[in-house]
């Protein structure tokens, strides 16, 4: 079945760009209907959604970090991917992968395990 | 974007019912009938629950149900068991067109 894995570094020096991907699979990305996107939570806090893609339907992005994400897919590798820059302690979070139905249903039905980053000199 | 706001924890006994509250605005909760529940176990990532307000996905117990009256969204677990002892997270569509979480409910299970 379909599944989802996070890789990237674990640490990362405040100012940086924070770097990681989303593997896909058991299917194909490129011929999904579904939206595929990025959650973090902090250490002991709640969710937050950073924002998901669609190829032809657009990006979506919080609004509150709208100004230092990118979220694009490379579909040759089946793998879509999440650059943070700028990031201060406050981005120290676990972050996911998941996937989603699109707006305005936004349910994310099938989740990466997570990776922790930490921001730190 | 505010969060919704989720009591930080509620708690129960075996057998019995406990209702998990989602408060939002005119511009999430209360706009639109596209309200999630998710589960969280320590260390785990968050399973879906309920999505559109109450339907639940393929292999979620009936034990779990959600509603929504006005700007609150609720999550009712019936005959509580020990494996539902977690965190809770709602989160609803925006007239922004993006979601917003809630703060999450750690339930325990007395």
């Known amino acids: 079945q379909l599944q989802l894995q996070e890789s990237g570094p674990g640490l990362v020096k405040p100012s940086e760009t924070l770097s990681l991907t989303c593997t896909v699979s058991?299917?194909?990305?490129?011929?999904?209907?579904?939206?595929w996107g990025w959650v973090r939570q902090p250490p002991g806090k709640g969710l937050e959604w950073i924002g998901s893609m669609y190829f032809t339907e657009g990006i979506y992005y919080n609004p509150s970090l709208k100004s230092r994400v990118t979220i694009s897919e490379d579909t040759s590798k089946n793998q879509f991917s999440l650059k943070l820059n700028s990031v201060t302690a406050a981005d120290t979070a676990v972050y996911y992968c998941?996937?989603?139905?699109?707006?305005?249903?936004?349910?994310?039905?099938?989740w990466g395990r997570g990776t922790l980053v930490t921001v730190s000199s | 974007q505010s969060a919704l706001t989720q009591p930080a924890s509620v708690s129960g006994s075996p057998g019995q019912s406990i209702t998990i509250s989602c408060t939002g605005t005119?511009?999430?909760?209360?706009?639109?009938?596209?309200v999630s529940w998710y589960q969280q176990h320590p260390g785990k990532a968050p399973k879906l629950m309920i999505y559109d307000v109450k339907t639940r996905p393929s292999g979620v117990s009936n034990r779990f149900s959600g509603s929504k009256s006005g700007d609150t969204a609720s999550l009712n677990i019936s005959g509580l068991q020990a494996e539902d002892e977690a965190h809770y997270f709602c989160?609803?569509?925006?007239?922004?067109?993006?979601?917003?979480f809630g703060g999450g409910t750690k339930l325990t299970v007395l």
């Open positions: 005119s511009s999430d909760v209360a706009g639109y009938n596209f």
């Open positions: 058991g299917g194909s990305i490129s011929s999904s209907t579904y939206y």
């Open positions: 989160s609803s569509f925006t007239s922004s067109s993006i979601v917003v």
């Open positions: 998941a996937r989603s139905r699109g707006p305005p249903r936004w349910d994310f039905g099938l």
